[in-house]
């Protein structure tokens, strides 16, 4: 299935929500600028709109799915921008990151006007259930985070590892898959935790009992899999 031109909207649909009421002259303007010329692959968008496409075109091709895949790239990006300020991260996709560029306090401030344009988005959908779901993210992955922070100064064990993981990434994926269909949370969550996995081992920062858990994960993958027609998102 091609799902470019859905995905084309769904970028169209972002760029024209951080351009309103935006000044030209402002450093949020230059900002999201900044951010709008470095989008990456927008895969979590991307499963929204698989998901959705299991549905039938009719859900595929509604604003609702436009509108929550948007969400899901705007808390991404929100996520990133307050991410690089915790990690002190100088780059980001090989450009100056925002907070190196400009500032924590501005790199924060736009996070937050992001997470606002979420909310009204989410107002416009007017589905409780997703509302509910957004939210209980964010929740998941402000906690990770400061879970994270807190294990700093001691070498994680397997149980820890997994819950910084799913709220800080998988999580997000989860919850991707399930606005777009609510069956494909699971595969979401697994995928996700793969995702996170291959890239602490690709970011040498993986701990040693890394390579068991994606071992159980893949096969965790296999078992749902099948059913599902979710085959071309590689991390």
């Known amino acids: 299935m091609n799902l470019e031109p859905n995905l084309e909207q769904v970028r169209q649909e972002y760029l024209r929500r951080l351009s309103v009421g935006t000044s030209h002259e402002t450093a949020l303007h230059a900002v999201l600028e900044h951010i709008t010329a470095r989008n990456g692959k927008m895969l979590r968008p991307r499963l929204t709109l698989l998901a959705a496409s299991t549905l039938g075109d009719e859900h595929l091709n509604s604003r609702r799915t436009l509108l929550l895949a948007t969400a899901v790239e705007m808390l991404h990006n929100a996520s990133l921008l307050h991410d690089d300020v915790i990690d002190r991260a100088d780059t980001r996709r090989g450009q100056p990151s925002v907070n190196a560029h400009w500032g924590n306090a501005t790199a924060v401030l736009v996070g937050d006007w992001l997470l606002a344009q979420i909310m009204r988005l989410l107002d416009e959908v007017d589905d409780r259930n997703a509302t509910r779901l957004v939210n209980s993210t964010v929740i998941e992955m402000v906690q990770a985070e400061l879970l994270q922070q807190d294990s700093s100064l001691f070498t994680l064990h397997s149980s820890l590892y997994m819950k ?20 494909y949370e699971d595969f979401g969550l697994h995928y996700g935790r793969l995702f996170q996995m291959r890239d602490d081992i690709a970011d040498g920062e993986a701990p040693s009992f890394v390579d068991k858990l994606i071992e159980q994960e893949e096969a965790a993958l296999a078992a749902i899999n099948p059913a599902l027609p979710i085959h071309n998102c590689n991390p």
């Open 164 to 183: 910084i993981i799913d709220g800080k990434t998988a999580r997000l994926f989860a919850t991707a898959c399930a606005l777009g269909n609510p069956q």
